[in-house]
T-cell receptor
């Protein structure tokens, strides 16, 4: 079956602009996670959804970052007033079941100029 | 102290040798442990998961967990050049609503033909 998909694969924007990153999880997976990864670092947790609700948003760095999952499937990560420090690869993962192994999408490479 | 620590490497082994990758974690409440492989420019791919003390084998890969020592390792037997990648250790608390993965920085492995 299809894996996790993310769009766009690459996004270049200017400082101060608004961006939306989309994640389409594996069909039937109820949990969805957003991470971001900078060069040479491990992924950094941002937010986790169980169904439609954000079960843990403790990793969102500030109020410029927001994520939604209105129907419990596709999720959108929204970044307002982008800053150069937001440049990273944004990874989405989904999981299902008691052990909840997380499967990752290909990521969106965000570059803020 | 970082929550999940790995030697950054690079770890260099000859083809056919055993590669040993190590990871320590700080939170004794951690319940689930994962090894992911990440090729350059790609997203993390699950290699092994382990939940109980002892060894777990899957093909050429063996994960070892020692909760008393807060240590998890990954052995790769008969290493192949295609195993050259960054190996990320990830740990989850599994406490209450906590489902996020805490990641190490990764160990870079180079398998030389």
């Amino acid at each position: 079956g299809a894996g996790v998909s993310q769009t766009p694969s690459n996004k270049v924007t200017e400082k101060g602009k608004y961006v939306e990153l989309r994640c389409d999880p594996i069909s039937g997976h109820t949990a969805l996670y957003w991470y971001r990864q900078s060069l040479g670092q491990g992924p950094e947790f941002l937010i986790y959804f169980q169904g439609t609700g954000a079960a843990d948003d403790s990793g969102l760095p500030n109020d410029r970052f927001f994520a939604v999952r209105p129907e419990g499937s596709v999720s959108t990560l929204k970044i307002q007033r982008t800053e150069r420090g937001d440049s990273a690869v944004y990874l989405c993962a989904s999981s299902q079941g008691a052990r909840e192994t997380q499967y990752f999408g290909p990521g969106t490479r965000l570059l803020v100029l | 102290q970082k929550e999940v620590e790995q030697n950054s490497g690079p770890l260099s082994v000859p083809e056919g040798a055993i590669a040993s990758l190590n990871c320590t974690y700080s939170d004794r409440g951690s319940q689930s442990f994962f090894w992911y492989r990440q090729y350059s420019g790609k997203s993390p791919e699950l290699i092994m998961s382990i939940y109980s003390n002892g060894d777990k084998e899957d093909g050429r890969f063996t994960a070892q967990l020692n909760k008393a020592s807060q240590y998890v390792s990954l052995l790769i037997r008969d290493s192949q050049p295609s195993d050259s990648a960054t190996y990320l250790c990830a740990v989850r608390l599994n406490a209450g609503n906590n489902r996020k993965l805490i990641w190490g920085l990764g160990t870079s492995l180079a398998v030389n033909p």
